[in-house]
T-cell receptor, first 113, second 113 residues
Framework: NAGVMQNPRHLVRRRGQEARLRCSPM?????VYWYRQLPEEGLKFMVY????????ESGMPKERFSAEFPKEGPSILRIQQVVRGDSAAYFC???????????FGPGTRLTVT | GDSVTQMEGPVTLSEEAFLTINCTYT??????LFWYVQYPGEGLQLLLK?????DKGSNKGFEATYRKETTSFHLEKGSVQVSDSAVYFC????????????FGKGTMLLVSP
């Protein structure tokens, strides 16, 4: 029973490029959450999605960031025109339709040079 | 808004010592409380949880009791091992609506032989 999968594990982008982070939830999970972890900080909520719907994006910057969870395929967190301040670890978590336990993926560590 | 405060680390202990990591929270209603553990270079793993006042969560020798009167959820272990070295995060999810997690900043635990 595979857990939450994220790829790539490490991503290096130059300033101004685009970053695409992928998350495949656990089997049977239809809820996906994205969190960002800055150095020496805890995780901060960014966005919560269900299949084809964004439920809460209150933690996501209004510009350059977007997220989707299509009917088929993984959830995607997209960062356009990356800046050095976007360097962080991005974690995806999934949960089943009922219950409040979230299961985390290994994260994608984004470095912007 | 909701918030979680953890004791700052690093916490440095010798093997077999007693561990306490303090966690207090601010939230409306009756949140669910969680402890997650993050090993170096990995994602977060759910360690234990409690969903109502006076509940005790336990796993792998770790325990935490949901204390509503003191708004606390301190993590304890009677005898730590070198393999317990990791970063520990206290988190809550709101009592109503969906289960977005609010995290503390994390406490690093270093256990020496």
């Amino acid at each position: 029973n595979a857990g939450v999968m994220q790829n790539p594990r490490h991503l290096v982008r130059r300033r101004g490029q685009e970053a695409r982070l992928r998350c495949s939830p656990m089997k049977g999970h239809s809820h996906v959450y994205w969190y960002r972890q800055l150095p020496e900080e805890g995780l901060k909520f960014m966005v919560y999605l269900q299949k084809e719907n964004i439920i809460d994006e209150s933690g996501m910057p209004k510009e350059r960031f977007s997220a989707e969870f299509p009917k088929e395929g993984p959830s995607i967190l997209r960062i356009q025109q990356v800046v050095r301040g976007d360097s962080a670890a991005y974690f995806c978590a999934s949960s089943p339709p009922s219950g409040n336990e979230q299961y985390f993926g290994p994260g994608t560590r984004l470095t912007v040079t | 808004g909701d918030s979680v405060t953890q004791m700052e680390g690093p916490v440095t202990l010798s093997e077999e010592a007693f561990l306490t990591i303090n966690c207090t929270y601010t939230a409306t209603g009756y949140p669910s409380l969680f402890w997650y553990v993050q090993y170096p270079g990995e994602g977060l793993q759910l360690l234990l949880k409690a969903t109502k006042a006076d509940d005790k969560g336990s796993n792998k020798g770790f325990e935490a009791t949901y204390r509503k009167e003191t708004t606390s959820f301190h993590l304890e272990k009677g005898s730590v091992q070198v393999s317990d070295s990791a970063v520990y995060f206290c988190a809550l999810s709101a009592s109503s609506g969906y289960s977005t997690l609010t995290f503390g900043k994390g406490t690093m635990l270093l256990v020496s032989p």
